[in-house]
Structures are given as C-alpha cells and as structure tokens.
C-alpha cells in the first residue's frame, strides 16, 4: 500500500499570512497513464470533507484561488496564500493512483 | 446543487449486518463512479470502496473485503453499502462519495454526503 505522509500535523497560522502543507507518498504517484492522481481535502469542524485540488494542482469548482497545488513524483504541497477564518479545519493529502487509495493522517489548520 | 443523502446507519451488534444507502440527485448518476469512505470517531479519512459506472468493477479495501458489498442500481440512482460480520472496528461516520470526472473510475472524490453513523457495540 502507498503511504501519504503529511507534515506538519498542526499548523498554528496568522490571519492573512500564508500556510504550507507537505504530503509525501512512499512510491511514485504518476501513473502508467502519465496522470498523478494526488488530490487535496479540507474537512472544517463539523462538516464532511471537500475537494481543494485534484491532478496535483487543479482546482476544484468554487475553490478561492488563494489554494495552490504543486509537486510531482513522491513530494506534493498545498499552500494558502493568505489565511482567512474559513480556513480553519483539517486538511488532506490523498492518492487514487493505485488500489487501495489511500489518505494522509490530517494537517490541522488553526488560527494562533 | 448535487446531493448525496446517505440513510441506513445505526447499534448493530458485533457480527451483525446493516445496509447503507446514498441517495442521489441533481446529476447523471449513471455516468459518475462511486465511492464510500469512512471516519472513526475523531479519526481521519480511509477509503472504504468503489464501484465503476456500470457496476461491473468493484474495490474494497482489505480490512472490509469480503465482508462488505458494493452495488448501485443506475436505474434508482442509488449506491448501496451492504456490511455483514460488523467488528468495533467498523464503528464510523460512512460517507457516499461522488467522483470528480464523468467515466473513469480512478478519480478524485468531488462531492461528499453529510454521511450517516454506524455504531458496532453489544
């Protein structure tokens, strides 16, 4: 099984200043059909996840573009420009690469 | 606005069966594969199974194979989680998962139920 590492685990960030996840795979997520199917989540308090990112760096319908994704290979990061109140939640790295797909552990984003 | 209403949850004993079901609106369901994830109390995300568009494919993850089943009725628009000899370890909010693209199966999960609990416990 593909493993999804995700640092750091919590993330205290500033209003309006930028955040920063990694997601690392323990093989190469790119596919024999040349796609890299490495998406990101956001689950806020109470609320069932949603899709950020998919293919790495695509955004998803009504995402704010201040979601960014980026990476390749083994090493992928979800970057928020700016840091608004709404982004508080637990944010996830996952892959659908291969059978069976798998999930990082959760990077907790909170306000300090 | 794509809607996804799990139902079927709830105390089942350890070694019993339930069945879950996702209803589904406001979109081509038979075009969509479909997927179940789950989450343990205060737990994080794990990928349960999927079904391809047509139903003919189906992937389970190895601490449900065999005992759980996949199956979707296009014609009702409705995905089905059939779960029998239940553990502890089963107790979990089940989530019914839309994929992103139209066909393929491997995908991103794009829309998400409210999910429905499932409680294993004697």
């Known amino acids: 099984d593909i493993v999804m590492t995700q640092t750091p685990l919590s993330s205290p960030v500033t209003l309006g200043q930028p955040a920063s996840i990694s997601c690392r795979s323990s093989q190469s997520l790119v596919h024999s059909d040349g796609n890299t199917y490495l998406s990101w989540l956001q689950q806020r308090p109470g609320q069932p996840p949603r899709l950020l990112i998919y293919k790495i760096s695509k955004r998803f319908s009504g995402v704010p573009d201040r979601f960014s994704g980026s990476g390749a290979g083994t090493d992928f990061t979800l970057k928020i420009s700016r840091v608004e109140a709404e982004d508080v939640g637990v944010y996830y790295c996952?892959?659908?690469?291969?059978?069976?797909?798998?999930f990082g552990q959760g990077t907790k984003v909170e306000i300090k | 606005e794509v809607q996804l209403l799990e139902s079927g949850g709830g105390l089942v004993q350890p070694g019993g069966s339930l069945r879950l079901s996702c209803a589904a609106t406001r979109f081509t369901f038979s075009s969509y594969a479909m997927s179940w994830v789950r989450q343990a109390p205060g737990k994080g995300l794990e990928w349960v199974s999927t079904i391809s568009v047509s139903g003919g494919s189906t992937y389970y993850a190895d601490s449900v194979k065999g005992r759980f089943t996949i199956s979707r009725d296009n014609s009702k628009n409705t995905l089905y989680l059939q779960m029998s000899s239940l553990r502890a370890e089963d107790t979990a909010v089940y989530y019914c998962?839309?994929?992103?693209?139209?066909?393929?199966?491997?995908?991103?999960?794009?829309?998400w139920g409210q999910g429905t609990m499932v409680t294993v416990s004697s």
């Open positions: 998962v839309k994929a992103h693209m139209t066909t393929v199966t491997r995908n991103a999960f794009g829309i």
């Open positions: 996952m892959q659908a690469t291969q059978f069976p797909w798998t």
